[in-house]
């Protein structure tokens, strides 16, 4: 059976092909309403009992979840042919990153965009696509520079590249919009660097929550059309790389939320693992041993780690 980590390296499109013909749109984004002053967990546990015909890839686009996390919070489950009667945990718990609510705020571990609209009590939650090993998505804080619809792509001398390397194919200088535009409908460009880096959609049914992209921000069609139709220009956009987040809630609980770094190597103190553990060791109140495999696991889960 596949791991997460073997998906992360392996996935092949050619060994997704045939799963993916049966694609299924995705459900509108998910809406949590803010927790109360102090608190950033949301959402509820959720789980699903299989049946008959039921694979991840249909189960991430029917709850509008990532593949990568639906695999991280069942690791002993086959993402291909779950057996039916299993019980599976759905990641539609979890803590808000540690950073102002506002905008956009995308954490690339957990390969999910949390919308804030002003002057509401609500977030909006999204599963996304973000940049390859090698192509990776940049940590940034940004802005929202323009809003495009049918959005004509225009690949990189290195994408191109790649693509008559790869695929044997010559790519144009200029993709207009269509079917063959992997940019599919609308896009958000950010304000970054060149300003060459994007929120878009994607013709093709695979990709959202996993790292498949050349480096810019994949949603799934429905929710980047939702975003487009719902976002200003010049609202701001905070890219950040937590797979560890934590937190102490009003009630006394302790929350540990771990997820699959970036990079091949172990958790390093870049990740914020140093601050998070160092506050977690002084507290009498939480299980050591609890925190030790979730940080093993990083099953991308809120874990209540008290004693």
């Known amino acids: 059976m596949l791991t997460v980590s073997q998906l992360r390296r392996h996935f092949r499109i050619t060994t997704l092909s045939i799963l993916f013909n049966f694609y299924t749109p995705s459900i509108a984004a998910q809406q949590y309403s803010l927790p109360e002053s102090g608190s950033r967990l949301i959402g509820e546990r959720v789980q699903h009992e299989v049946k008959v015909g039921d694979y991840f890839h249909a189960l991430s686009q029917q709850y509008n979840i990532g593949l990568i996390a639906l695999m991280a919070s069942n690791p002993t489950v086959d993402p291909f042919l779950p057996l039916p009667g299993t019980i599976l945990e759905l990641p539609t718990q979890m803590l808000l990153p540690n950073v102002p609510r506002r905008g956009i705020v995308i954490n690339l571990p957990e390969l999910r965009l949390y919308y804030f609209p002003k002057n509401t009590s609500k977030v909006h939650v999204f599963p996304v696509g973000i940049g390859r090993e090698g192509r990776a998505t940049p940590q940034m804080d940004s802005f929202i520079q323009s809003k495009l619809k049918n959005p004509a792509w225009t690949p990189t001398s290195k994408t191109r590249a790649e693509y008559l390397q790869k695929y044997k ?75 560890i987040k934590s937190t102490l809630e009003p009630d006394g609980k302790r929350y540990l939320e771990v997820h699959s770094p970036l990079s091949s190597n172990m958790l390093d103190d870049s990740d914020g693992k140093k601050d998070i553990l160092k506050i977690l060791e002084i507290d009498n109140s939480v299980d050591k041993m609890t925190i030790d495999k979730a940080i093993l696991l990083h099953h991308g889960l809120p874990i209540n780690i008290n004693i």
Not at 211 to 235: F, H, K, Q, T
């Open 169 to 243: 194919m010559i790519l144009p200088a200029i993709v207009q919009a269509g079917k063959y535009n992997p940019l599919g409908d609308f896009a958000l460009r950010l304000a970054h660097g060149h300003s060459n880096y994007l929120i878009h959609g994607t013709n093709q049914a695979f990709g959202i929550g996993m790292r498949i992209s050349a480096g810019c921000i994949r949603m799934n069609p429905v929710d980047i059309e939702w975003l487009y139709n719902n976002v200003n220009i010049n609202e701001p956009v905070k890219i950040i790389n937590k797979p």
